[in-house]
């Protein structure tokens, strides 16, 4: 009989920890190892679980979700990771791979494909949707031909750009977000002074109606 494959959930949203628990193990050949609400605990866990996939929300209350995959793989280069966001994978699939994760799933697609996308990234392949998979292929094919509309100019940003981005649309000051990101304030007010040329936006109050936007956008999709 083969070994249960372990996951392990890095989630801060009980209902979707429980949610992904019950999916998984309703699976005979999947077993839930155990799961984190923080990236620290995340960490530690992974190296006493040694877990053969890792599902990961890159939007966690105390961490960059990008920084801890990054750091999950630093620790343990064989881990394959899931990523299971309500973000736009137009957006953030792209990222999450050349971060290292092998998969990329959005929250409001989870009843359909969760378990298609487990069983993909634990038999060593790339999961990503359908329709995300096409459009990456007729954009190596003819590029981006579009340079100038919201999603290509998002996409523009940088892992850091599209963070510090995302906490203005969530209502944090300079300091805040300094805070929150360990980064001095004079390097985030770099780094918004960046966000608003590559988003052609002329002042701080553009800039913050844009984050907010982008982020209702996001979260109420």
């Known amino acids: 009989m083969l070994e249960s494959k372990k996951i392990f959930i890095v989630e801060d949203h009980p209902i ?38 890792v599902t990961v929300d890159i939007l966690l209350k105390d961490s960059n979700g990008m920084e801890l995959i990054k750091n999950m793989i630093y620790r343990d280069p064989n881990v394959k990771i899931l990523v299971i966001s309500m973000f736009d994978e137009e957006i953030y699939a792209e990222r999450v791979i050349k971060a290292g994760a092998k998969g990329y799933i959005m929250k409001q697609s989870l009843t359909k494909q969760l378990l298609k996308a487990i069983y993909t990234v634990l038999s060593g392949k790339i999961y990503l949707s359908e329709n995300l998979s096409i459009d990456l292929i007729n954009k190596k094919i003819k590029g981006n031909t579009n340079g100038n509309d919201e999603y290509s100019l998002i996409q523009s940003l940088s892992d850091r750009e599209l963070e510090v981005f995302q906490l203005i649309g969530d209502g944090l000051t300079t300091l805040q977000i300094a805070e929150k990101t360990n980064l001095g304030v004079k390097t985030v007010e770099t780094y918004k002074n960046r966000i608003k040329e590559k988003l052609n936006l002329e002042n701080a109050n553009l800039l913050i109606k844009k984050a907010v936007e982008w982020q209702l956008v996001n979260k109420t999709m």
Do not use: C, H, M, R
Request: cysteine-free; hydrophobic content about 40%.
């Open 16 to 53: 979707v920890i429980k949610g992904l628990s019950q999916v998984i193990n309703k699976q005979s050949d999947l077993i839930l190892s155990g799961y984190a609400t923080n990236a620290n605990d995340a960490l530690t866990k992974l190296e006493e679980l040694k877990p053969d996939l």
